[in-house]
């Protein structure tokens, strides 16, 4: 059902996220009915756009379906359309002027400001918004990641954000949680009864969360360079991953009962500190190989620096939630640029029989995989048929969803963009939580920054540095590959 009208306010609206994600999405939820008809989306950059103009960069660069399909309805959602230039931090106040004489007469809707730009704009622009007198008390706000660099700069941005908006107002984005298999995980936990008896450390031996791109990062030095994979990836969306597969059952599906669970989780990680750090993470950087070139050659506007030289494009950590139910479990967490495959999962792995009596059986996992293809497997131990010696091989008993539900996979950001204008913050991230996955990071990156040494080369196309496999060579485990 069509929610009522609001005005949606994207703030990097020309940028690529807002091109390649945020507009699909809209799109998509508008095909769908789930805009109110007088809906305005209203893109805000520096760049001096007429609404037309606009209409027309999202015409050429962002339709999402071919033309010939939806014309009529794509036509109507370029209509919601509008741009407005505004310069935030400068001192030519005239773009809100503008914007407010858009949103005049419009202050009882929903109005929600989406701040698709980096962090260190989130202030600023907070702060003008409220000077401009356009936060409302219907206002919301949310903030894209990386939210801030390390644990005080995040602190900072959540005071000034916070200094004009309440908690409640405010919704940090991470679009991990907006994927359908993810919070397919939390209705297979806690909507199934068999799992919850074996999910702990008596069943369990680990857990591998993988992230694995194909993609590089051509174009985006200035933004990686400065960020790295475990402030890109790890701080956020595998962190989150993490607490979805480890925390306990909440008492209600509402908007702070899972959070506040999700939090203990990221309290309860055993810090990685000083010279554990070697021994419990590892970073690499993509040289040249498949093709393409190394991320010290990537194109980019300006040649790399001894920073660029430092920066880790894979990283791989061994966690540890010290709490009841994990204690000795490790969680292994992955994720790199330029993987062979495009492959997003969690693996847990159960512990072997208590006592074998065929040879040849391998523990059951159950493989959660996020992209592509969705579904969930569960390995189990079956003999091939034949009336010789028993042979056992490990078969997935498998739930596709695109095969067993046959409808298009929305993209998380369509879930989370419906979920703000409702005013739902369920799956979005607290102060508290992002915070705390900063506090776990900050001394693995400290160390990192601190130390002479360069992240390990892996050639682009290949699994990641060896330093990885030997993370978990050295207790007689192996990375989950294909099945
Ligand atoms: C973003 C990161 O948050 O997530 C990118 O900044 C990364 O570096 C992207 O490529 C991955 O998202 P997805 O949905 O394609 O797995």
Redo the contacts with the bound molecule.
């Keep these: 059902t069509p929610r009522h009208a609001a005005d949606l306010i994207v703030f990097g609206g020309t940028g690529d996220l807002s091109m390649r994600k945020l507009i699909p999405a809209l799109y998509h939820c508008d095909r769908d009915g789930r805009l109110a008809d007088e809906t305005r989306i209203i893109a805000l950059s520096r760049g001096g756009l007429t609404d037309a103009d606009f209409r027309g960069k999202v015409d050429a660069e962002a339709r999402p379906v071919p033309q010939g399909e939806d014309d009529e309805g794509w036509q109507r959602f370029l209509r919601r359309l509008h741009h407005v230039s505004v310069d935030v931090g400068g001192s030519d106040r005239s773009g809100w002027g503008a914007l407010s004489r858009l949103l005049a007469g419009y202050e009882d809707r929903d109005r929600v400001f989406y701040l698709a730009s980096p962090p260190m704009t989130f202030g600023p622009f907070c702060r003008e918004a409220h000077e401009a007198g356009l936060v409302t008390p219907r206002s919301r706000v949310v903030l894209e ?1 990386p939210l801030g660099r390390d644990l005080a700069s995040a602190q900072a941005i959540n005071d000034e954000v916070g200094a004009i908006f309440d908690e409640r107002q405010i919704f940090r984005i991470d ?1 991990y949680l907006g994927k359908e298999t993810v919070q397919n995980l939390l209705v297979l936990r806690f909507a199934n009864a068999f799992l919850e008896p074996v999910w702990n450390s008596l069943w369990i031996d680990h857990v591998q969360i993988t ?1 694995a ?1 194909t ?1 590089g990062t051509p174009g985006r030095r200035g933004y990686y360079d400065h960020a790295g994979a475990l402030r ?2 790890v701080q956020n ?1 595998l962190l989150q991953l993490l607490c979805l597969v480890a925390m306990e059952p909440p008492s209600r599906n509402d908007r702070e009962s899972i959070r506040d669970e999700k939090v203990k989780v990221l309290q309860s990680l055993r810090p990685i500190v000083g010279s554990e750090v070697d021994r419990f993470a590892v970073r690499g950087q993509y040289t040249a190989g498949d093709g393409v070139p190394g991320y010290l050659d990537e194109p980019a506007s300006t040649p790399p620096t001894e920073i660029s030289h430092r920066v880790e494009t894979y990283a791989a950590i061994r966690a540890e939630v010290k709490n009841w139910r994990w204690a000795g479990v490790p969680f292994y967490l992955r994720t790199g640029k330029r993987m062979p495959t495009r492959r ?1 999962e969690i693996v847990v792995q159960f512990k072997d029989v208590p006592h074998a009596i065929f040879p040849g059986a391998t523990p059951n996992r159950l493989v959660l995989r996020l ?1 592509p293809s969705e579904g969930i497997h569960l390995l189990l131990m079956a003999k091939e048929p034949g009336a010789g010696d028993v042979t056992l091989r490990p078969v997935p008993l498998s739930l596709s969803f695109a095969e067993t539900f046959q409808s298009r996979v929305p993209d ?1 950001y369509e879930r989370l963009l419906m979920d703000v204008m409702a005013g739902n913050p369920t799956l979005f991230m607290r102060r508290d939580e992002v915070e705390a996955a900063w506090r776990w990071i900050d001394p693995i990156i400290e160390t990192w920054e601190g130390s002479g040494a360069l992240p390990e080369p892996y050639p682009a196309g290949t699994a990641g540095p060896a330093g990885a496999r030997e993370l978990l060579a050295r207790s007689g485990r192996t990375w989950h590959e294909e099945d």
Aim: glycine share 0%; net charge negative; no cysteine.
């Design positions: 990641k679009h992230v791109e993609v890109d990836m969306h997003s992209q998380a």
